[in-house]
């Protein structure tokens, strides 16, 4: 038995690469376009660790997607918990959970897919701006 | 940066290591009771492959736990698929949709999280029961 991959619905594709790709620093391992059914899978994992996937599922056909209490979040060690926060805080992601403890943080996808971001290994010392950053919404 | 785990909310622990442990064949890697927060959380990983967590948080206060569109599920390859869903059947799991092509399957845990089965390498030969099954609710 193997884990393959969890899988997440997207509404805007474009967007979502922004956030799972660009902001978060995932790299897309392959592409599916399956016009016959109207959808394209997408799959993402962190470099060097290609098989634990994230596949975002893109239906051509616009639905709602709503989260739920049931799921959780997609957690991902980082080796610089502020830098990765940086980043995300470029491309205008809200860190929803500041590392104010320079260990943890959450943020969200553009579809509200919570998650996780921890350092690796040792907290980082504790450093502003991130100490005195208030948490924002629920993540 | 490294995939570290998919966490779940679960409503009852023993329901769900029933169905995560015993019927799906994962295995606890660990177990944390924090009486402070009133929650414990379990950790489940494919023997083999502790890198790759699912988490399962108990929160000790019942709160309702509802499902959403934009969560899909967690992904498992097996070496095995009919005997991963007879497994699953013989432990009064649904097999929402039976591995009618030797290939794929899905079932829910007690809490409504979708889980896929996907033989390992090529599809096993069409075979009773499962070529007859039919699909049951959504997945």
Aim: with cysteine; glycine share 8%.
């Amino acid at each position: 038995m193997k884990y393959l991959h969890t899988m997440v619905r997207v509404t805007d594709l474009d967007a979502s690469l922004r956030f799972y790709r660009d902001a978060l620093g995932l790299e897309v391992t392959r592409q599916h376009n399956v016009p016959a059914g109207r959808f394209t899978l997408v799959y993402l994992a962190a470099q060097g660790q290609p098989e634990a996937e994230i596949e975002l599922t893109h239906n051509w056909d616009p639905e709602p997607y709503t989260g739920g209490r049931s799921f959780g979040h997609v957690a991902y060690a980082v080796d610089d918990i502020y830098a990765a926060c940086e980043r995300l805080s470029a491309h205008g992601v809200v860190i929803n959970r500041p590392p104010r403890d320079g260990r943890m943080a959450f943020v969200r996808s553009p579809d509200g897919i919570s998650v996780e971001l921890l350092q690796s290994g040792r907290a980082l010392a504790p450093a502003e701006p991130w100490t005195s950053m208030p948490n924002v919404g629920t993540w």
